[in-house]
């Protein structure tokens, strides 16, 4: 695993097949009798250990104890395409079903150990070498393994009420590099998005940006048809599902996507029941062929008395 590590590190040409070999053999290895000893029984106290403890959380960037590199795959692994059955997403999972954020500040501790070593990084390398081929690989964020956990990460530390642990995952992302070369370029702890455009998040006053401007007039001049109906979404059937279940459930975050642009562009049961919205969105001339990114025009529908759980809002949305 080690020489795999490397040689992706010397030649980025290698990496498209370095990260299938390192998946594969950490998998291996997690199952054998020899991680089986190193790990069994000592996840749960090093875990506790590291969330009770008054020091800086630390990542695993020169780590090479048999019990961190046992439980990689372990953290980080899934089964049958099952994106919680990894203990990650066994977490994630267990602070979802409980509604219980406090939990995201046990969890992260672990990510930051996790998500600068090897497996993570290669993911991340592979993610820059095929943006630098193909540039709409830029729009698919979550490949770049170490910014999107990180991100995550200080998101979740500060929601569970730990803004000194954020800081310190912060503070270690911004120190992890590659053969001297950073792999993270954010420029502060309040811009850290998954799809992180650094022109982008340092631009002051975001609504009078010459591209963004437009639309933030367009909702001042309709905010009275909105405004109007707003409340007619809650007749739309999508309005009885979880918005993100990803990280809301229990019907505490709803919503109502008017634009679709996979069914050939404005969601024509929302618009019969909102029309002069319909009638007013249609004015921007949107069409679903030139949807290089995620684009929305949709409600965000949040229960009295809740909050929506804690997400990072992809790079170009408003």
């Known amino acids: 695993l080690d020489s795999v590590f490397e040689a992706s590190l010397g030649r980025a040409s ?7 070999i390192y998946e594969s053999a950490s998998h291996l290895l997690a199952y054998s009798s020899c991680c089986r ?17 008054q020091e800086p959380w630390t990542s695993n960037t020169s780590e090479s104890s048999l019990f961190w590199k046992c439980s990689e795959w372990i ?60 540039h709409s690989q ?11 956990q990180l991100s995550y990460a200080i998101d979740h530390t500060l929601l569970s009420g730990n803004p000194g642990r954020a800081r310190e995952i912060y503070e270690a992302a911004l120190g992890a590099t590659v053969q001297g070369a950073p792999l993270l370029h954010w420029t502060s702890i ?9 022109s982008v998040a340092q631009w002051p006053w975001w609504q009078m940006h010459p591209e ?33 279940p ?6 505490v975050w709803r919503g109502v ?15 019969d029941v909102m029309p002069r919205t319909c009638e007013a969105l249609k004015v921007l001339a949107w069409q679903p062929e030139d949807d290089s990114v995620t684009r929305k025009q949709s409600y965000s529908i949040v229960a009295p008395g809740e909050r929506m759980g804690g997400h990072s809002g992809q790079h170009l949305r408003i």
């Open 37 to 53: 000893d190193a790990v069994s029984g000592r996840l749960a106290p090093v875990l506790r250990e590291l969330v009770a403890s």
């Open 246 to 251: 990803s990280t809301s459930r229990g019907l």
């Open 212 to 244: 963004i401007q437009p639309f933030v007039e367009f909702l001042e001049e309709h905010f009275d048809v909105l405004a109007a109906e707003h409340k007619f979404a809650m007749q739309v059937p999508q309005y009885d599902s979880d918005n993100f």
């Open 190 to 198: 309040h811009a850290t998005a998954i799809g992180h455009v650094p």
């Open 14 to 20: 290698l990496l498209n097949f370095a990260l299938p």
């Open 138 to 148: 830029f729009f698919d964020p979550y490949a770049h393994c170490v910014q999107t």
């Open 75 to 134: 953290f980080w692994g899934s089964s049958g395409g099952n994106p919680f059955s990894g203990l990650r997403g066994i977490m994630w999972d267990t602070t979802l079903r409980l509604r219980d954020y406090r939990l995201y500040g046990i969890s992260e501790a672990l990510t930051l150990k996790f998500a600068l070593m090897p497996h993570c990084i290669i993911k991340s390398l592979e993610h820059g070498y095929k943006v630098l081929l193909d």
């Open 257 to 271: 996507d008017i634009w679709q642009p996979g069914q050939g562009g404005y969601n024509h049961t929302a618009c």
